[in-house]
């Protein structure tokens, strides 16, 4: 009788703290994060405000990154677009053409082992309806220099992006950790149809067919930051 009081009382206090912490990350994300990240989804579709965002979306967290990043990346912040939010409030004329205004980006705020972990979870929980459809990527392998040749040469994606660190353009978020970084199902989705996301956002909706995408999401999938330290 004792030992099923016992339990009880564990458990009843195991499920309370858990849902303290998550509690407590939405806290911090509300105080802390939300003058620059939309944590619900925005009701201006407006250009004008994807254009005054000071920071991605990250109202649909859940649906497109992996936790274990986020709890790393939250402590230990690197940079993800290489000329920030968005690059051309960052770009200034310099001799050899324009260059990144490196004074003009601000370093992001950290988090304590404990918030980041916290943080995550409230993260973790925005998956809205309607954005994804689970279960469409389909991780087949890909030969990496088809991959390669076809994100470069054949689709014109490294105009905007970089698979390399210190390659490729620097418009749109780098790719070189996608792997690490992003769910699958995510990059699917939004290669298919990145107005989904944001309707004024720039990458081009390529109508490109389906083991375009396929090839493409298991490109990028492949791609871990690893890899970059290895030179590979
Ligand atoms: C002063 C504005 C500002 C504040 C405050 C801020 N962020 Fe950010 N955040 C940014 C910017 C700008 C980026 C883009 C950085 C990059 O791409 O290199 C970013 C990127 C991120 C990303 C990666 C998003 C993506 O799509 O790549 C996450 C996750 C994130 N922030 C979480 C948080 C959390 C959690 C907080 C609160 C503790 C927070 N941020 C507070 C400006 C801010
Ligand atoms: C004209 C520039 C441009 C081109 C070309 C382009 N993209 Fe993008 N891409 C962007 C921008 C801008 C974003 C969103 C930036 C943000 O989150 O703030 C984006 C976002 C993404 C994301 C989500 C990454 C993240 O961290 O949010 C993926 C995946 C992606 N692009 C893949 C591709 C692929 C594959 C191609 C080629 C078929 C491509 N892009 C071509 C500009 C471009």
């Not at 004008?48 to 990043?69: C, H, I, N, S, V």
């Not at 960052?90 to 490196?102: A, F």
């Not at 396929?214 to 999938?221: E, G």
Request: charged fraction near 20%; proline fraction near 7%; hydrophobic fraction near 35%.
């Amino acid at each position: 009788m004792k030992i099923g009081y016992f339990y009880f009382l564990s458990l009843f206090f195991y499920l309370a703290i858990n849902w303290l912490v998550a509690d407590d990350g939405m806290q911090i994300l509300q105080t802390q994060c939300s003058s620059c990240h939309a944590i619900t989804k925005p009701t201006d579709n407006s250009l004008e405000r994807l254009w005054t965002r000071k920071g991605p979306d990250l109202y649909y967290a859940g649906l497109k990154f992996q936790k274990e990043w986020l709890v790393k990346w939250l402590q230990q912040p690197t940079v993800i677009r290489p000329a920030g939010e968005f690059y051309f409030k960052h770009i200034k004329k310099g001799p050899n053409g324009d260059e990144i205004d490196v004074s003009s980006l601000s370093p992001h705020p950290k988090l304590s082992p404990n918030e980041a972990e916290s943080v995550a979870n409230a993260l973790m929980s925005l998956k809205p309806e309607g954005l994804i459809i689970p279960g469409k990527f389909k991780n087949e392998p890909v030969n990496p220099s088809i991959g390669a040749m076809f994100f470069g040469k054949l689709r014109g994606c490294s105009a905007c992006h970089a698979t390399k660190e210190g390659g490729g353009g620097l418009s749109g978020p780098e790719l070189y950790d996608a792997g690490d970084r992003l769910q699958g199902d995510f990059i699917y989705s939004f290669i298919e149809d990145p107005q989904k996301f944001e309707p004024h956002i720039w990458m081009p909706k390529l109508e490109l067919a389906e083991a375009d995408l396929q090839r493409l999401s298991s490109y990028l999938m492949s791609l871990h930051r690893s890899q970059q330290k290895e030179g590979k």
